[in-house]
């Protein structure tokens, strides 16, 4: 069973999420949260898998409590994907950098809700081509200079291929087809160097991609 915690200043919003999340029977709704600091006390009791979190949440904003949530190691099951209003919402690319697992808008199509709470679980992101292209281009352009090569230095030459091509964005099934593996061996081979990095997920993958200068904006096509 799935555990969430729904993190939202709207009541209207975390009644729809409950009611689309609890119909599902491998999903369940352990708790609910109005603002950041509530949201906050919802995890540390009830250690959920994944927390649906809203960015724009007064008092305490939902990228100031995924930064506390991500950097407790306490709580490193937990997954957090960040609820916004707009797909090209300004706070998205803060939100990877806090150590979200992905974001989604609120309208987004139950079907996608629900795919991206198990994707979260299973250590995927919710790193779609559109958005995710732009959301790449965003950090980059944004990022401190790369951290360089010694970054990557346990890694061997195939664990950072894989790391590349994931910073440019391609699903298992594409690096599948680039590696000339079966996706499962894809699969492993990011899960691999996530641990290798110590990644949570693969949104931070992109984010050390970047860091390390082993991927660079102009490869984004």
Same mark, same amino acid.
């Given at each position: 069973?799935?555990? @969430?915690?729904?993190? %939202?200043?709207?009541? &209207?919003? !975390?009644?729809?999420?409950?009611?689309?999340?609890?119909?599902?029977?491998?999903?369940?709704?352990?708790?609910?949260?109005?603002?950041?600091?509530?949201?906050?006390?919802?995890?540390?009791?009830?250690?959920?898998?994944?927390?649906?979190?809203?960015?724009?949440?007064?008092?305490? %904003?939902?990228?100031?409590?995924?930064?506390?949530?991500?950097?407790?190691?306490?709580?490193?099951?937990?997954?957090?994907?960040?609820?916004?209003?707009?797909?090209?919402?300004?706070?998205?690319?803060?939100?990877?950098?806090?150590?979200?697992?992905?974001?989604?808008?609120?309208?987004?199509?139950?079907?996608?809700?629900?795919?991206?709470?198990?994707?979260?679980?299973?250590?995927?992101?919710? &790193? +779609?081509?559109?958005?995710? !292209?732009?959301?790449?281009?965003?950090?980059?352009?944004? +990022?401190?200079?790369?951290?360089?090569?010694?970054?990557?230095?346990? &890694?061997?030459?195939?664990?950072?291929?894989?790391?590349?091509?994931? =910073?440019? =964005?391609?699903?298992?099934?594409?690096?599948?087809?680039?590696?000339?593996? +079966?996706?499962?061996?894809?699969?492993?081979?990011?899960?691999?160097?996530?641990?290798?990095?110590?990644?949570?997920?693969?949104?931070?993958?992109?984010?050390?991609?970047?860091? +390390?200068?082993? @991927?660079?904006?102009?490869?984004?096509?």
């Amino acid at each position: 069973m799935i555990r @969430v915690v729904l993190a %939202d200043d709207q009541a &209207l919003v !975390r009644a729809g999420f409950r009611a689309l999340l609890d119909a599902q029977p491998d999903i369940e709704v352990a708790g609910e949260a109005a603002d950041g600091e509530e949201a906050l006390e919802r995890v540390a009791a009830l250690r959920p898998d994944v927390v649906l979190m809203d960015i724009r949440m007064p008092p305490l %904003d939902g990228l100031a409590a995924t930064r506390r949530i991500t950097g407790d190691a306490a709580l490193e099951g937990v997954r957090v994907v960040m609820l916004t209003t707009f797909e090209l919402d300004e706070y998205v690319f803060e939100a990877i950098r806090s150590g979200a697992s992905g974001f989604l808008v609120k309208d987004t199509e139950p079907e996608e809700l629900l795919r991206a709470v198990r994707a979260v679980v299973e250590g995927d992101a919710l &790193l +779609s081509p559109g958005v995710t !292209r732009r959301l790449i281009a965003e950090f980059a352009a944004r +990022s401190k200079e790369p951290a360089g090569a010694e970054a990557l230095a346990d &890694l061997t030459e195939r664990e950072r291929e894989v790391m590349a091509l994931v =910073g440019i =964005g391609p699903s298992n099934e594409e690096n599948a087809r680039r590696l000339v593996v +079966s996706p499962l061996t894809a699969k492993t081979n990011v899960s691999r160097t996530m641990v290798e990095l110590g990644a949570r997920d693969r949104a931070r993958l992109v984010v050390l991609a970047y860091e +390390s200068g082993l @991927v660079r904006p102009g490869w984004l096509g």
